[in-house]
């Protein structure tokens, strides 16, 4: 499990250089990590995942401006996902399965968060990991993944073409709609539904009174990364219980 959570925060550490370069057509390759001010290269201490944030007391070593807290926040997120999933799932190729969604869903999240876009690298490679990894996890297989991926794209691009022609103006980016297809790449077409109703009714209560306020849009691909996880997690138990519990089925 330890091994695990270091492994986890080394690829928070990653998904941290991913977010901030992805949005802007960067690339992770192309450079050691830089201060967002002075432009200084980022001494060793502010690149060990969490312990090194801490050493360099959250700044740069140069014109000591603070970094951002996600920084850390990022790594623990990711660390806490990998070792999660290796104490439910154990060292398997579903573990593996586990941790590369629950990590794109996150990096997804953060990115959108932050800048209002999820890069393609996130959704369309997502999407294509999904697809290749079907036929090695247990639960679906390359068709249910296919299907699902289709059905997610294509349920979120008939809702954003509808939110147009009622609002008259775009109510939610590509992003949103190539993100439902990596979705449904890994959890299938059966789950679509319930991550669509998930992020939709999260956005709705958490974000909406804020962008009724402030004129802010959702980011609603924050919302459908929650909504994927909770699917993830615990679909079944959710969609049992609503067909017993509400509907009476079973």
Known sequence: MAVAAVLGACAGSLLNLCVERWPTAGSVLSGWPRCVRCSARIDWRGVVPV???????????????????????VELASALIWALSLVRLGATVDAANAVLFLTILLGVAVSDARTYIIPDQFT????????????????????????GAALGFGLLWIVALGAKAALGREALG?????M?????AFLGPAMVPLVLFIGALLGSAIFGPVSLKTGRPVPFGVFLALGAAIAYAWGDSLAAWYLQGVLGFG
């Not at 312990?51 to 926040?73: E, F, I, K, M």
């Not at 590509?174 to 190539?178: E, N, P, T």
């Not at 439902?180 to 449904?184: D, E, H, Q, R, S």
Request: hydrophobic content about 45%.
């Open 124 to 147: 369309l490679g997502g999407a294509a990991l999904g697809v290749l990894l079907a036929p090695l996890a247990g639960g679906i297989g390359v068709g249910e993944a296919v299907v």
């Open 174 to 178: 590509g992003g949103d709609v190539k």
């Open 51 to 73: 312990v090194g944030h801490l050493a360099a007391g959250g700044r740069c070593g140069r014109c000591r401006t603070r970094r951002s807290l996600r920084y850390p926040l």
């Open 180 to 184: 439902m297809a990596m979705v449904g």
